[in-house]
């Protein structure tokens, strides 16, 4: 057995849970980054949280970016390793970091150019415009950081080695954390940068968390020989990566897309309804995080079992994520459904965002127990390297139904036809889900 890498043998459940709770960890510690981060800017008002809650999109776009490289480079890298090939392992993390500083160029330039056109569709309002500008010109622009940073994370989770991660992100958090309030309102001698300040935060917290990456690679990894000797772009190796990469980072691109365009509907009704939106989706992030973090050990353990051929263990390792999963997402639907007020007396909450917040989150709070078979299976299809299933999934979630479908109700039965749509279109999604499971698992 000394041979054997543990995930062909060590039992499911504690192997998942060892894997699944340093990503648990280090993401929920990043979504209380998130949300702390959102109480301090409430504090200098509504127009600032609506400005970082408008920015909102951009950011995840290149968080989304940078995970679905490193999701592509985790696939590969797993199941070639469940193979027994640690060289083709290697080659394909070297081209996987060499694919991550490239797109975090893009963002440069977006940040830099066309930060105040992207406001310019969602407010006239000069106040939020010039929040926004001075949080989007810094936090998109300078997200080199957060790509080093996930992609040394997602090698380190395909050798099984999950407590590094955890390390990086709680370090990077943690400066984040620090920082916020001293940046912001100005303490220790230092000048109040307002919205400016949590961008300066959050850009040192991704350059922290990036620099003690690359130390832990270098001393701690121990299957995967990174050389960029001679290095040349494998256009092959690049497209295998994008079959992943690309699925994944529009699964993830999906909340921008959605949030900016229900933003507009909801720019039409009240200011305090995209602030309530924006809040929202700072919260619901920490129900969802600790899921991700399940997905997170159990797609290694998925990829690498695949490649081994151990069909038992797959489903195994998939019944079992999917009870932890749906105990998590239980048990954000009772917290939101029980507690509102409690949760948005958070942010300062106006009048106007308690009245559509507490029946809203209630409302919303239903989508997340009906989405969990949907989570996992798009998990468990990007581990296969089934990126158009996944892809298909998601879209369904977050896009194709919910969109139009809150339009529709909007219009007759008011703003709580939004938050609704959202839970029908999770439903339907895990009906699609299911219905993709039992065609491919016929054929493993």
Not at 127 to 138: A, D, L, P, S
Not at 177 to 199: C, E, K, N, R, T
Not at 302 to 327: P, T
């Amino acid at each position: 057995m000394e041979n054997r890498n543990p995930m062909e043998y060590k039992p499911v459940f504690p192997l998942l849970m060892s894997m699944a709770i340093p990503p648990m960890i280090s993401m929920l510690i990043q979504s209380l980054y998130n949300i702390i981060d959102s109480i301090f800017v409430s504090q200098l008002g509504e127009e600032a949280l609506t400005a970082v809650s408008l920015i909102f999109p951009l950011q995840n776009l290149s968080l989304a970016i940078s995970c679905g490289i490193g999701i592509a480079m985790n696939a590969f890298i797993a199941r070639h390793l469940g193979a027994k090939d640690d060289n083709k392992a290697s080659y394909y993390a070297t081209q996987g970091i060499v694919m991550s500083l490239a797109h975090s160029l893009l963002f440069l330039i977006i940040g830099l150019f066309f930060i105040r056109p992207f406001l310019n569709m969602f407010t006239t309002n000069q106040n939020v415009i010039n929040y926004g500008m001075q949080y989007g010109m810094i936090v998109v622009s300078l997200v080199i950081g957060q790509f080093i940073h996930l992609a040394i994370e997602k090698m380190f989770q395909a050798t099984g080695n999950m407590m590094m991660p955890m390390i990086m992100q709680i370090f990077g958090a943690v400066i984040n954390i620090i920082l916020d309030p001293i940046l912001i309102f100005g303490y220790f001698g230092l000048p109040a940068f307002g919205v400016a300040g949590a961008a300066i935060a959050t850009v040192i917290g991704q350059f922290s968390a990036a620099s003690l990456s690359f130390v832990l690679f270098k001393k701690y990894n121990t299957h995967l020989h990174i050389s960029f000797k001679k290095f040349r772009v494998d256009f092959h190796v690049i497209s295998q990566l994008y079959s992943i990469a690309i699925p994944s980072s529009v699964m993830m691109c999906l909340p921008s897309v959605l949030v900016s365009l229900l933003n507009g509907i909801l720019s039409s009704i009240s200011q305090s309804a995209v602030a309530f939106f924006g809040v929202y989706y700072k919260l619901q992030t920490f129900i969802y995080m600790p899921t991700s973090g399940i997905v997170q050990g159990m797609r290694p353990l998925m990829s690498y079992n695949y490649g081994a051929k151990l069909k038992e263990r797959m489903h195994q390792i998939l019944k079992v994520s999917g009870l932890v999963i749906a105990a998590i997402l239980g048990a954000g639907t009772l917290l939101f459904f029980i507690v509102p007020n409690v949760l948005l007396s958070l942010f300062n909450a106006s009048s106007g965002m308690l009245e559509i917040g507490e029946t809203g989150l209630r409302i919303l709070s239903l989508s997340f127990i009906v989405s969990s078979f949907g989570v996992l299976m798009s998990g468990v299809f990007e581990a296969l390297g089934l990126g158009k299933y996944s892809l298909t999934v998601s879209l369904l979630r977050q896009l194709l139904i919910t969109v139009p479908l809150a339009y529709i109700l909007l219009n007759v039965m008011g703003i709580e036809g939004i938050w609704l749509s959202f839970v029908i279109a999770e439903a339907i999604a895990s009906i699609v889900a299911y219905i993709l499971y039992r065609k491919k698992f016929k054929t493993i």
